[in-house]
């Protein structure tokens, strides 16, 4: 096959007509030569569109790709932070717990430390030279952070949280 590209339109089909208009119409302009060179002109911006085409679904699936891979960073990081606030804030409860412990204001009784524990920061009990008063039902119900937290809990997360003080077995 050479360079030279021939074909007919048949003014009976209804598609080959609406080509047959539109160059007769933009032949007649000033501007162009002849109905050869709008063909030409007609391919060349057929060809422009869809290599833009291309370039815009191709900048698109990058755009795709990078919002995703940010979404997941994201979400690490976040996931990494709210672990990291978690961890801190129970080293937090364990350290003023063993901070008591050693300083003879809170026993080393398990009962009393999973009930310390189970109330979380709430209850911070002053440091003083009294003997700490014995934790009962009765002191449960008239501190209502305590009796709220410590309900709450679900017994395996009462024992786990026990087990890491049971200290009382040496």
């Not at 003023?96 to 920061?121: F, H, K």
Request: net charge negative; aromatic share 4%; with cysteine.
């Amino acid at each position: 096959m050479g360079n030279a590209i021939s074909f007919r339109l048949n003014p009976k089909c209804e598609s080959d007509r609406k080509i047959l208009a539109w160059l007769e119409a933009k032949s007649s302009q000033p501007g162009y030569q002849n109905q050869t060179e709008l063909i030409k002109q007609a391919l060349l911006v057929a060809i422009e569109q869809e290599s833009k085409g291309r370039q815009e679904k191709e900048i698109t699936e990058w755009m795709e790709n990078a919002i995703h891979k940010v979404t997941q960073e994201f979400t690490k990081v976040v996931q990494e932070s709210s672990q990291n606030v978690a961890n801190n804030m129970f080293a937090g409860v364990l350290g003023a717990m063993a901070q008591q412990m050693n300083m003879g204001v809170m026993p080393m009784n398990l009962g009393q430390v999973q009930q310390v524990a189970m109330a979380g920061c709430a209850n911070h009990s002053v440091i003083s030279n009294e003997a700490p008063e014995p934790v009962t039902e009765r002191n449960l119900q008239d501190n209502e952070l305590v009796s709220d937290n410590s309900m709450l809990m679900d017994n395996d997360t009462r024992s786990k949280l026990g087990s890491l003080f049971d200290m009382g077995d040496d």
